[in-house]
Nanobody, 122 residues
Framework: QVQLVESGGGLVQAGGSLRLSCAASGRTFSVYAMGWFRQAPGKEREFVAS????????QYADSVKGRFAISRDNAKNTVSLQMNSLKAEDTAVYYC???????????????WGQGTQVTVSS
């Protein structure tokens, strides 16, 4: 089992920045690919970003490319999402997830955090 806890969400004006963090405990964090997903009210959960175990491959959704940056620290068992130039359409609950392989599909991730709310006011 891997337990994931997100933090760092909040209310920010359009154009602003937030940094989300996800702390992992339980099984060895460094064997898992990590992903960030988000879900807005009335919408399906969507992929945001992912990073492989050894930092080698990073993927972003087209909607956040150039504005968001994912990173991980295997020594601290954390994964972060730096979000810049935020837009109203970025408003959602953001979830971090851990899986055996990197993927843009939520179904490929085995463990999920409880989510953190990000609200961007226009």
């Amino acid at each position: 089992q891997v337990q994931l806890v997100e933090s760092g969400g909040g209310l920010v004006q359009a154009g602003g920045s937030l940094r989300l963090s996800c702390a992992a405990s339980g099984r060895t964090f460094s064997v898992y690919a990590m992903g960030w997903f988000r879900q807005a009210p009335g919408k399906e959960r969507e992929f945001v970003a992912s990073i492989t175990v050894n930092y080698g491959i990073i993927q972003y959704a087209d909607s956040v490319k150039g504005r968001f940056a994912i990173s991980r620290d295997n020594a601290k068992n954390t994964v972060s999402l730096q979000m810049n130039s935020l837009k109203a359409e970025d408003t959602a609950v953001y979830y971090c997830a851990a899986g055996r392989t990197q993927s843009r599909s939520a179904s490929n991730y085995d463990y999920w955090g409880q989510g953190t709310q990000v609200t961007v006011s226009s």
